[in-house]
Structures are given as C-alpha cells and as structure tokens.
C-alpha cells in the first residue's frame, strides 16, 4: 500500500513517522510533490492554499514556524484533501469559498465557482456607473454565489441591488457572501425565473452572466467543470442562447430608459448575441474583451427608435431566433 493510499497519511512519509510529527514545511513540499506528480499546473500555490486553510494558518505561520507539527488532525485533513484533489475535485470545492474581485466568496454544491474573467463583466459595469455615489440600482440574472452583484455594491456604496436565481440554495449562499462582505442591507435576493418574477421599478443596471454553454458541448467540458459545476449554471440549450433570448427579452421591460444590459458571453458567441439583441431592439456596443483578448462581456443599450420597429408586426423580433 502507497502512503497515498493509506488514509491520514501524507505521501512521502517515513516509515514509522507518525501522522502528527510532520512539520508545516514537510507538508507543503509533500502536498506540492504528489500534485505536481499529478501533472496539476500550479501544485506549489495549491499546496499552499490547501495548508494555510486546512491548517487554519496565516501566511507568516509557514514562513515563521514552518517546523512546528501539523499534528494527527491536521495530516488527516490534509491527507483527505490531497485524494480529493488527485481525484479530479477542483480546489475551490475542496476549500469550499473562492476569490473574486479579491473579495472571500463561500460555495455550495449550487454554485459556480466565480470566474476570473467574470471580472471583466465587474469592470466594464463599474465603467458605466462612474459615479461611486449614485444610488444605482442593479439586477442579477443569475446571481449564483452572488459574486457579480457584491462585487458591484462593494464598489458603489450608495448603489443597491437584486439578485435572482431559480436555485434556492445558491441564493441562501449568495446572501451569506453578500454579508460577509458588507454589503447585505444593500441586496436582497428572490427565487425566481430570470425577471419574469420581478415588475420594477426599473434598474439603471441590468448585468447577468447565464448558462452558455451548447448542451452538446457539455459531455466533452473538463471533468472538473463537468461534474463539480452545477448543471443549471453551464448549460445553456442547444445552441447555447437559451438563456440570452430570456434576459434580452426580460430586461428590455426592466431597465430604464436608456440604461444598459451587459451580459457575459462565451469567447464565440459575440456575433450572435449581437444578432439577438438587434432584433430584440438593442443598441449593440463592441464587445468588451477579457485578459486572454477573447470576447468577453457585451454591452447592449435598448434603442427607443429600434425598440418600436423591433416590436412592429411582423418585424424580425417576431421571429426571432
Ligand atoms: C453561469 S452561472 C453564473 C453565476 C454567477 N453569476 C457567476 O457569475 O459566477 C448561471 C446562474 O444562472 C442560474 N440560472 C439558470 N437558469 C436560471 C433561470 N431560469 N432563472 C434564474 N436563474 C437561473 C443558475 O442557477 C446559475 O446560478
């Protein structure tokens, strides 16, 4: 039997050490050895966040302390996690919290991990709400852990918001995250099916970022999406415009006049949604891009003119894709 194998032990250990005697920096280099034997891309910072929130360390107690011992509890968890992680369950789910717009976002099987290039999304909204004072208002569709939405009120402090998501447990945890960071007397959360539940008054900001994906495509995602990933967070029907065809058609009564809609997309769905949101009556802007240069984020802005043709008899709307 490999140390790996053996429940509560650390690869690497000596035969005869005991669990407990291992030190914080003997830990650290076995985790990062057996993840890198893996083929895991970034073992060594995985190790490290594995070690400092299992252990419930600072940073300063490796660096510091780095020969106390973990002790027996704390191989254990350490032990447990590795398996885990050899097993294919990403790090977030093992930690169980995530970091987004560096702010502490908790997960539950509900969720999505936040992406980093949701930030794009966060970025190009707080472009268009300059005025850290005004007394925004925002809708989510979608809110998932809600990291979208706090991200925002975190930045906007008179601003206020609602997220929506059909899924009651990643509403339960978006509510938590959005006390933990502050912003809680500033968002409400409501069950819901995109906006069909909601009547106004209307949003200065409508941001969503919704299932995308083809429903195809789903069997050949990478396994650590595929089955760790909430269902309902990735998949977005059989062209992966399900979701859009929804919020564009939901947001256009609940945005005020002028306001705009910015929804994520994936990196080759630009010219789509600009289809879609023409003929539902949208201003489209250039698609905002993320830090890879993919397309990212668009920005759509209801047109008055566009909107009244769009809704006349046998316009394209009718028939919209
Ligand atoms: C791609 S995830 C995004 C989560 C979060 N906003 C983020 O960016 O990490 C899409 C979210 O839409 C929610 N959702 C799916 N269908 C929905 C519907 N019909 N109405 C409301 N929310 C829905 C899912 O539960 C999921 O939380």
């Known amino acids: ?27 650290l280099r076995r985790l990062a050895e057996a993840l890198r034997a893996a083929g895991i891309a970034n073992a060594a910072g995985e190790a490290r966040f594995l070690v400092l929130d299992l252990l419930g360390l600072r940073p300063i107690d490796l660096l510091g302390a780095a020969a106390e011992p973990v002790g027996a509890e704390g191989a254990a968890r350490l032990a447990e996690a590795l398996a885990r992680r050899l097993s294919g369950e990403p790090l977030a789910r093992i930690l169980g919290a995530w970091e987004f717009w560096s702010l502490p976002f908790r997960l539950s099987p509900e969720t999505l991990v936040p992406r980093a290039d949701t930030e794009t999304l966060v970025e190009a909204a707080l472009r268009l ?19 979208i939405l706090v991200a925002l009120l975190h930045e906007r402090r008179a601003a206020s918001g609602i997220g929506v998501d059909r899924s009651a447990g990643a509403l339960r945890t978006a509510r938590a995250n959005a006390e933990a960071n502050g912003v809680g007397e500033r968002a409400a959360f409501l069950a819901g099916d995109w906006g069909a539940a909601l009547a106004g008054p209307a949003f200065d900001l409508v941001v969503s970022n919704p299932p995308y994906i083809r429903s195809a495509a789903i069997p050949g995602l990478d396994r650590e999406v595929r089955l760790h990933d909430p269902a309902a967070a990735l998949d977005g029907g059989a062209d992966g415009l399900g979701a859009y065809r929804r919020i564009l058609d939901e947001a256009a009564r609940l945005l005020a006049p002028g306001a705009p809609l910015l929804v994520e997309i994936g990196y080759d769905q630009a010219d789509d949604l600009a289809r879609l949101a023409g003929a539902a009556g949208y201003a489209v802007r250039a698609p905002v891009r993320d830090l890879a240069g993919h397309d990212r984020v668009m920005i759509l802005v209801q047109d008055p003119a566009r909107m009244d043709r769009a809704a006349a008899p046998g316009s394209p709307r009718k028939n919209a894709c």
């Open 1 to 27: 039997m490999t140390a790996l194998a053996m429940p509560g032990v650390l690869p690497g250990a000596a035969p005869g050490d005991g669990p407990g005697a291992l030190s914080r920096g003997a830990a």
């Open 129 to 147: 709400l300059p005025d850290a004072g005004a007394p925004a208002r925002i809708l989510d569709l979608g809110t998932g852990s809600g990291c």
